[in-house]
């Protein structure tokens, strides 16, 4: 059984910073590429920024030198740091995780709220 569970979010001010965990729970799977999208309401979910299990990363150009992405595999934990944060941001930030159980599936967590004020 996989489970994946960001945290992390919440209220932070224009030009602020916050960082967004997410734990995949997968003790007998190794767990690849990991990402994190966000979405607001009415819109589709948009990726935000990516991690190869060897630490490639890539980013959206919306994000690029404001948001880090960095993983921890001892752990199976990726991480967002969010500097320099802007009213835009705000969104539901969902992680996903590619799971090899086999075949390689792509499991999301609940999401966690990021409300940025101006």
């Known amino acids: 059984q996989v489970q994946v569970v960001e945290s992390g979010g919440g209220l932070v001010q224009s030009g602020g910073s916050l960082r967004l965990s997410c734990t995949v729970s997968?003790?007998?799977?190794?767990?690849?590429?990991m990402s994190w999208y966000r979405q607001v309401p009415g819109k589709q979910r948009e990726l935000v920024a990516g991690?190869?299990?060897?630490?490639?990363?890539n980013y959206e150009d919306y994000v690029k030198g404001r948001f880090t992405i960095s993983r921890d595999n001892t752990k199976n934990t990726v991480y967002l740091q969010m500097n320099n944060v802007k009213p835009e941001d705000t969104a539901v930030y969902y992680c996903?995780?590619?799971?090899?159980?086999?075949?390689?599936?792509?499991?999301w967590g609940q999401g966690t709220q990021v409300t940025v004020s101006s």
């Open positions: 996903d995780a590619e799971v090899d159980v086999g075949m390689l599936n792509n499991y």
């Open positions: 997968s003790s007998n799977f190794n767990v690849h590429g």
């Open positions: 991690i190869t299990r060897s630490g490639r990363t």
